[in-house]
């Protein structure tokens, strides 16, 4: 029996964040779906999402794609919330709470469910970039028409996979901008 008695205002269906093991998010997320089936409860927990973000590493020019969690630790489950539901993600192995004031689960506002949707939708489309340079470090042009020049890394955009970088051209130091796959670490 759950701890408190709650009916959702007429049915609604809403987000909730509950806790987990870190690492176990997906684990969770598999549990609890099984446990939705087994226990016949889709017309009352209705999605699981464990929401990530696809980032690429670029090291030594060699790209690596790799998966993240946005929140680790934490599961978001669309549900209606009742002393049932309550019950099944409460006791699923793997989950430590529910987010929310005590015993009571705060759903997330539609303004929160449309930014955390616009941003893992965002990053599926288009995966950040991430690069081991850093402003002051040296850098060398692979290709491109500076190939072959070495300069001083001026400013990371990771936004647009660019790199702005210091070389002297007919003896003036000038800022280019080239891409992350153009440069080499000195």
């Known amino acids: 029996m759950a701890p408190f008695s709650v009916m959702s205002d007429k049915n609604e269906r809403r987000w ?8 176990y998010e997906n684990k969770v997320k598999a549990n609890l779906e ?44 669309e549900m209606i919330l009742d002393d049932q539901s309550w ?15 005590g015993n009571s689960p705060i759903p997330l506002s539609e303004r929160e469910v449309q930014e955390i949707f616009a941003k893992i939708g965002k990053e599926q489309m288009k995966p950040k970039v991430e690069i081991d340079l850093k402003p002051g470090d040296v850098v060398r042009v692979k290709s491109g028409p500076f190939e072959g020049q070495a300069g001083t890394v001026v400013e990371v955009v990771p936004e647009k996979g660019k790199v ?19 440069l080499t670490k000195l």
């Open 16 to 23: 909730y964040v509950i806790q987990t093991y870190a690492g």
């Open 34 to 77: 099984q446990r939705i089936a087994t226990m016949g409860m889709e017309d009352k927990i209705f999605r699981v999402l464990v929401p990530t973000e696809e980032r690429v590493y670029v090291k030594d020019g060699k790209h690596k794609k790799v998966k993240r969690k946005v929140f680790p630790g934490y599961v978001l489950v």
């Open 87 to 101: 019950y099944v993600v409460r006791h699923t192995p793997g989950v430590t709470g529910f987010v929310g004031a």
């Open 164 to 182: 702005k970088f210091s070389v002297t051209l007919f003896g003036r130091e000038t800022i280019v901008e080239a891409d992350y796959n153009d």
